[in-house]
């Protein structure tokens, strides 16, 4: 039995590994944590939550990434 689930972000599928937290995942993806809101399932997701988050098989996330300017 594999531990890899399938899961869509930003509408692309991507795999990582059951059990893992919602910030390990997107560091995996190259995101930085800090800059980024996301959306966990059509939900926006606040941060307290993210430590206790498993990403889950089907799960759909939107990563948006905090651009600062004028």
């Not at 937290?21 to 606040?46: C, K, S, T």
Request: net charge negative.
């Amino acid at each position: 039995m594999s531990n890899e689930i399938t899961l869509e972000v930003n509408g692309e599928t991507c795999s990582c590994s059951s059990q893992t937290l919602l910030p390990d995942l997107l560091q995996q993806l190259g995101f930085n944590p800090r800059l980024v809101a996301v959306e966990y399932n059509g939900e926006i997701l606040h941060r307290q939550f993210w430590q206790e988050t498993k990403i889950q098989a089907g799960d759909r996330l939107e990563v948006v990434t905090i651009v600062g300017g004028g």
